[in-house]
């Protein structure tokens, strides 16, 4: 077009016919369509270059939600192992807090005699705290599950024993027990235990619970 408006002033200055102006439209007219085929071509390339940018746009909505679930999944599974870690590591049922020293003498006597726990494991969880320190003259373990755990991989319970021979109340929050011990330990070549005596001192919490075992 600018082609076109400077070259009619020319033409009409010089008092060109209408021919003479007439002769100028054709290569105008080529001017005019080659403009319009740029601006078609720039217009098609514009087009284009929205639609590249609307499919990176989509692209990266899609990699961004990915991410999220990815991150989600992991704060789940995380979770669920936490939760798993923190219910290992309360064992038994609700703590019976609160019992008297000459409760907690009751249940242990029954514990020694009846549960056999020393060879077996099997003692009341309730009234030991989780974070429960078991101490004697080769072992000092902090855990109630790490004890019982211990416990059940250490003697064989079928010819393991264990004779209570005392245990009393012996301050407001102290009990202490006498006792035998002798059996077979659970190793390949299953090496026998004579029977030994013990004493063990039960120390009570705040709570009533037994904060440590120690022999």
């Known amino acids: ?31 005019i369509g080659n403009n319009h085929l740029a601006k078609m071509s720039v217009n098609s390339g514009f087009s284009a270059f929205k639609e590249n940018i609307s499919v990176v746009k989509e692209h990266s909505r899609t990699c961004v939600k990915i991410h999220e679930e990815q991150m989600s999944s992991k704060c789940m599974r995380r979770e669920a192992l936490l939760s ?22 009751d249940i242990l006597s029954d514990d020694l005699t009846v549960g056999q726990y ?12 989780d ?10 373990i902090v ?13 064989d319970p079928a010819r393991s024993s264990v ?26 070549w299953n090496p026998k235990i004579e029977r030994i005596q013990g004493h063990t001192v039960y120390s009570l919490n705040a709570d009533g619970l037994i904060q440590t075992q120690e022999q």
């Open 1 to 31: 077009m600018y082609t076109v408006l400077e070259a009619l002033p020319a033409a009409t200055s010089e008092k060109a016919s209408v021919a003479n102006v007439w002769n100028l439209l054709p290569a105008s007219r080529e001017i």
């Open 84 to 105: 798993a870690m923190k219910t290992a590591a309360v064992m038994g049922d609700a703590k019976r807090t609160g019992l008297s020293a000459a409760e907690i003498k």
């Open 118 to 129: 020393f060879v077996t494991g099997n003692l009341t969880k309730e009234i030991f705290a």
């Open 131 to 140: 974070d429960c320190r078991f101490k004697d003259p080769t072992n000092d």
């Open 143 to 155: 855990g109630l599950a790490r004890y019982v755990k211990a416990l059940g991989v250490l003697f």
């Open 163 to 188: 004779e209570l021979l005392n245990i009393e109340v012996t301050g407001s929050g102290t009990v202490e027990a006498d006792w035998t011990l002798g059996g077979y330990l659970v190793f390949p």
